[in-house]
């Protein structure tokens, strides 16, 4: 089973109608990086259980009823009276998203710790469940106790660099997880964040040495670029037309995590044993999903039908 730990929001999506310049109707469209990925994974077919906490209140209700009909397992979903965070979504030419969050007092910050089932084999974090406190210290816990028991972690920064009060700690942070990641993924954007003034590529090689058994940049139209201790291996985009890039990179991990559970393949040493021609099969796996996530609006992950077609 794999257990994916962060938030759950509501993302507040502009109409398409609306006039540029103006005002319009927002629509209500459950999401948050964590919550995409365990969506994405039970559609995908794979084990799959979601580790935060929700609202009691009906954006919490309508999220734990998706995550059954995605066929996620709850049994890790904590309830509290808290209120849903919320993420109010601005679109840019050709459907990139920006976020302005609105976090005090929400549900996601206060998760709290518990046991992971023994058959747990991967442990997915990532986003504002990292950020934010003490949420953030609970899964940074598990994060280092899951690893040592020897559970595969994979790691999404996510970075939303508006709720990040003290970068150089964040950073210094980040850093500390890498010994005990097994799978980085990160945009380019992510990247030179976390790296500032860097190539990306070059970092993601530095990161490498520091744990992880692959780092995968996500970049855009470009496609996908799996770093490893061989080189780099580059699959391109799919061509779609785009409706919005919401959930787009969260597809991304949960369709790479897919492909390495049907490949037995939820290890360090198994995913540094890849050969390139593997590598361009998971990631063109990868690409196809996210190409399905893009082309309608909201993250709305492909079923595994979808892609097996």
Known sequence: MIVIGGEALVDLVPDPSTPDGELGPLHPLLGGGPYNVAIALGRLGVPAAFYAKLSTDQ????????????????????????????????????????????????????????????????????????????GASTYEKALFRESERGVFVALDPNIRADLIADPDAYRARFESWLPSVGLLKVSDDDAEWLAPGRDVVEAAREWLSRGPAAVVLTRGADGLTAVTADGEITVPGREVEVADTIGAGDTVQAALLAWLHRHDALSPEAVRALDASRWEQALAFAASAAAVTVSRPGAEPPWSAELDG
Do not use: I, N
């Open 59 to 134: 954006f919490g209700d309508r999220m734990l009823q998706r995550l059954a009909e995605s066929e996620v397992d709850t049994s890790l979903v904590q309830r509290g009276p808290e209120p849903t965070t919320l993420a109010v979504v601005g679109l840019e030419a050709g459907g990139s998203a920006r976020y302005s969050f609105h976090t005090e007092g929400t549900a996601a910050r206060f998760v709290a710790d518990q046991p992971l089932p023994a058959e747990t084999t991967a442990l997915c974090l990532g986003t504002l469940g990292m950020v934010l406190e003490p």
